[in-house]
Nanobody, 115 residues
Framework: VQLVESGGGLVQPGGSLRLSCAASGFTFSNYAMSWYRQAPGKERELVATITSVCHMTNYADSMKGRFTISRDNAKNILYLQMNSLQPASTAVYYC?????????WGQGTLVTVSS
């Protein structure tokens, strides 16, 4: 099983980034997928979730309206479009897959928002 995040980097305040998570080794379409993030010195927190079949989405309150989670089940890829980024968004962003008792994590991709 692999979850490989990409798309992180340095961006100026107000900028945008799109993160990707390439999944392999499991039936991607059967899993609810999420993005989490962990800022320096803070606990990991949920950013957004998208369900497996209906693609229903749910966001942390602070991310609503700025972040969009989506998935391509044909390509086994999860996305996170992040707009209007602020320094408080600086964190390592992790991809997470969950179905019943099985759960997997990616290794994370660093997003730094700074001028």
């Amino acid at each position: 099983v692999q979850l490989v995040e990409s798309g992180g980097g340095l961006v100026q305040p107000g900028g945008s980034l799109r993160l990707s998570c390439a999944a392999s080794g499991f039936t991607f379409s059967n899993y609810a997928m999420s993005w989490y993030r962990q800022a320096p010195g803070k606990e990991r927190e949920l950013v957004a979730t998208i369900t497996s079949v209906c693609h229903m989405t749910n966001y942390a309150d602070s991310m609503k309206g700025r972040f969009t989670i989506s998935r391509d089940n044909a390509k086994n890829i999860l996305y996170l479009q992040m707009n209007s980024l602020q320094p408080a968004s600086t964190a390592v962003y992790y991809c997470h897959a969950k179905a019943f008792v099985r759960a997997y994590w990616g290794q994370g991709t660093l997003v730094t928002v700074s001028s």
